[in-house]
């Protein structure tokens, strides 16, 4: 059974950072192409940013390039995202995603809210 611990969510103030962490467990994890999403309310899910297998390959929305970093370490099941210099608008739940073509499996959600 897939699980994710995800942890690291909170209140920040504009310019703040936060560092979310996603730990998985009863997957292959170095198989999977793991992800960030984030929801804020009243929109649609989109995706944050993105890291492949191996680390090496990393895509972001335009909006946090430059603010935003994935990574993973594949030795402990688990993908982080560092956010910098967060804003008003980063405000959403953020979800861990891990695909690998053939299934995808979500965390539950960690609540991140930047406001002053």
């Known amino acids: 059974q897939v699980q994710f611990v995800e942890s690291g969510g909170g209140l920040v103030q504009p310019g703040g950072s936060l560092r979310l962490s996603c730990a998985a467990s009863?997957?292959?994890?170095?198989?999977?192409?793991l992800s960030w999403y984030r929801q804020a309310a009243g929109k649609e899910r989109e995706l944050v940013a993105s890291?492949?297998?191996?680390?090496?390959?990393?895509n972001y929305v335009d909006s946090v390039k430059g603010r935003f970093t994935i990574s993973r370490d594949n030795a402990k099941n688990t993908v982080y995202l560092q956010m910098n210099s967060l804003k008003p608008e980063d405000t959403a739940v953020y979800y861990c995603n891990a695909d690998n073509g053939l299934e995808s499996s979500w965390g539950q959600g960690t609540q991140v809210t930047v406001s002053s």
């Open positions: 890291i492949s297998r191996t680390g090496t390959i990393t």
């Open positions: 009863g997957l292959p994890f170095s198989s999977y192409v």
